[in-house]
């Protein structure tokens, strides 16, 4: 659903302004843009809701160590105290600062598509969030049950090819999400999409994982 963002901004009980600022920043895509007016979607509105609203976003350093801490629990990207200080910082945060922190909700876009059907997304799209549950390894996991989601959750390397290569139509009713992201994803990164947009299950199963992880470190 496409929302104005004076109402994004009540559903979300912040102001307009905080959530202008929140597009501005990329931390909430905005669906349209007219002149001075944007509209943002309600699915993405969502995860933007259920990350943190504050606090400080890890550099592309930074982010690597918590990627590679999360997924394997070390690192080469940083060592000595430096590192140490971001053990301590991640034991402690939540899915939300997590999510937040990483930049999880940016980039992400919705679309329906006008010539390529569901199934076949999977050749050119990487599942990442509710799609990774289609995987039973995934499901067994998070003990949740393996089935396809309603909606394809999909990381992509480049959207503008990949809108003009499956022809695809930004649309706040479509069931297609994807976003732009180098590489195919990380375990930790697609627990974060899960967290964000996955079903009331799906997205605490996703943060009870993230969470174990992150204290882990």
Not at 118 to 131: E, I, K, V, Y
Request: aromatic share 4%.
């Amino acid at each position: 659903m496409e929302l104005p963002l004076a109402d994004a901004a009540r559903i979300a009980g912040v102001s307009a302004r905080r959530l202008q600022q929140a597009t501005a920043a990329g931390d909430l895509p905005p669906h349209r843009v007219m002149g001075r007016t944007q509209s943002v979607d309600s699915a993405i509105l969502l995860a933007f809701m259920r990350s943190a609203r504050s606090g400080r976003r890890w550099g592309p350093r930074s982010r690597r160590a918590v990627l590679d801490l999360l997924n394997e629990g070390e690192t080469d990207a940083m060592n000595g105290s430096e590192l140490s200080r971001l053990r301590s910082i991640l034991r402690h945060l939540g899915a939300p600062e997590i999510a937040h922190r990483l930049g999880a909700t940016s980039n992400w876009h919705r679309y329906r598509s006008l010539g390529i059907a569901r199934h076949d997304l999977a050749n050119h799209a990487r599942a990442t969030g509710p799609s990774i549950l289609a995987d039973p390894q995934w499901a067994e996991l998070l003990g949740l049950l393996p089935g396809p989601a309603d909606n394809v959750y999909g990381i992509v390397d480049d959207l503008t090819a990949m809108e003009a290569k499956l022809d695809l139509l930004v649309d706040a009713e479509g069931d297609i999400f994807l976003v732009e992201r180098s590489g195919d994803g990380d375990m930790a990164e697609k627990l974060v999409d899960l967290f964000l947009f996955g079903d009331t299950r799906g997205s605490a199963a996703a943060a009870t994982e993230l969470q174990r992880r992150a204290g882990a470190c």
